[in-house]
């Protein structure tokens, strides 16, 4: 059994920073490529980063890079989403997700495992 559990979300304003991070448990070690996803009411759920188990590659969606960091402690089975400069438009629900294939790593559907959640709201 896997359990993703993310924390961190909260209210904040434009330019703030905020530290997302997910916890994993489970069997870990099936884990290739692990990411953060968004979602706001009525649109597909998107991709915001993604890395490596090894933490040796790493992608963002154009819209965080340079903005957003993501990094791993496998000592610890935690992952974390660094956002910066944060802006209204980054407002959404963020997930974590893992994936057993290491390719594809911007879409979805090839993601295994997924947490609940964490709302994320940026004010202007």
């Known amino acids: 059994q896997v359990q993703l559990v993310e924390s961190g979300g909260g209210l904040v304003q434009a330019g703030d920073s905020l530290r997302l991070s997910c916890l994993a448990s489970?069997?870990?070690?099936?884990?290739?490529?692990m990411g953060w996803f968004r979602q706001i009411p009525g649109k597909e759920r998107e991709f915001v980063a993604a890395i490596t188990w090894d933490g040796g590659s790493t992608d963002f969606a154009d819209s965080v890079k340079g903005r957003f960091t993501i990094s791993r402690d496998n000592a610890k089975n935690i992952l974390h989403l660094q956002m910066n400069s944060l802006k209204p438009e980054d407002t959404a629900v963020y997930y974590c997700a893992a994936k057993r294939v290491p390719i594809s790593s911007r879409l979805r559907e090839s993601y295994d495992y997924w947490g609940q959640g964490t709302q994320v709201t940026v004010s202007s």
């Open positions: 489970g069997r870990t070690f099936r884990f290739s490529v």
